[in-house]
C-alpha cells in the first residue's frame, strides 16, 4: 500500500459497486470538504492501463472532489486482483463500528459548547431532533430526592376470599362514600358507618395476616 496524490481524472469508478449515499448525507460530506479540505484517502487499484485506477472505496469523496473543483485526490493504492477487488468493494463500504449512544451524547455535547443546534446539523449526519436528544442524554442525571419527599407508590396485592369475607368486603366497599348520619340536637353523633364498615375489614386483614 502506498499513499499518492492521483488525478481524478484518472480515477474510474469499480463497475460493481453497489454502495449509495442518501443525497442528505453527501451533502453534509460535500459541505464538510468544502469547510476543512479533509477527507479519508480512497482506496483504489492500479489498472492495466498506464496511469489509470480503479476506485475501491471513495466513491462518494471522488464525487463531491469532482464538484467542489479539486484536480486530484489522496489515494491509498492497493495492488490487488479482480476477485479480491470484488471482496474489498463488499466490505470495506459495509464493515463499520456503531456509536456507543453515551459516549457519541458526550461528544455531541462538546462539540455543541458555542453551537446551535442547527449549525451541529449541518456539521454532524444527525438531524436536529437526534442531536437534541444526544444533548439531553449527556446531562446529568437530577439529584435524588430526599427520604419522605415523595409518597410510596400504592403495590397491588391479590387476595383470596372466603364466602363470609367477601361478604365483609363488599359491605365495605358499599360503605365508602355514603354520607355519614348527622348528630342531633344534645345527642352524641353515632359511630360513622364508613369508620365502622373499614375498621372490620382493617381487623379481617390483621387477623389473616397473622398480625393480630
Known sequence: ???????????????????????????????????????????????????????????????????????????????????????LLATLNRLEGRDDPTARARLVARLAEGRSTEELSRLLPEPPDAIERLRRLARPPPAPLPAGAIEPLARPMTFFLADEQHALVTEALREVGRSDAPAGDGAAAPRPRRAEALERLALWYLESRGLR
Open 1 to 87: 500500500m502506498t499513499l499518492q496524490w492521483i488525478p481524478l481524472r484518472a480515477l474510474e469508478p469499480h463497475p460493481e459497486n453497489a454502495n449509495r449515499m442518501p443525497p442528505h448525507l453527501a451533502e453534509k460530506l460535500r459541505a464538510h470538504i468544502e469547510r476543512t479540505g479533509l477527507y479519508e484517502p480512497l482506496v483504489v487499484r492500479p489498472l492495466p492501463i498506464r496511469g489509470r485506477y480503479q476506485i475501491l472505496n471513495g466513491h462518494h469523496r471522488a464525487e463531491v472532489l469532482r464538484q467542489l473543483g479539486h484536480t486530484r485526490a489522496r489515494c491509498d493504492v492497493w495492488e490487488v486482483g479482480d476477485d479480491e477487488a470484488r471482496l
